[in-house]
């Protein structure tokens, strides 16, 4: 059975940090583009960061210099460290791995709230 796991949200003041973390299950995790995405309320979802299986990294313009992708191949894990948060950042952070070859999977969801 397939799974992807996230932790890590929460409530966070501006200016703070965050880690998420994502254990993946059920698939070849090596085979996999490992992705972050975010959806606000009212907003479609985005993708914020992504890393290949070699540990090469892309980000978007609004999380450039603050958000930093890693994974580990041999835990199966994807993990995104957040810091200089802003009330913007708010949303669901959605774990996502992709393939040319295999269904993309997503994990459920964890909320991460920027606010005084």
């Known amino acids: 059975q397939v799974q992807l796991v996230e932790s890590g949200g929460g409530l966070v003041q501006p200016g703070g940090s965050l880690r998420l973390s994502c254990a993946a299950s059920g698939i070849s995790f090596s085979r996999y583009i490992m992705n972050w995405y975010r959806q606000a309320p009212g907003n479609q979802r985005e993708l914020v960061a992504a890393i290949s299986s070699a540990g090469n990294t892309n980000y978007a313009d609004a999380v450039k210099g603050r958000f930093t992708i890693s994974r580990d191949n041999a835990k199966n894990t994807v993990s995104l460290q957040m810091n200089s948060l802003k009330p913007e950042d708010t949303a669901v952070y959605y774990c996502?791995?992709?393939?040319?070859?295999?269904?993309?999977?997503w994990g459920q969801g964890t909320l991460v709230t920027v606010s005084s």
């Open positions: 996502n791995a992709h393939s040319a070859l295999y269904l993309d999977r």
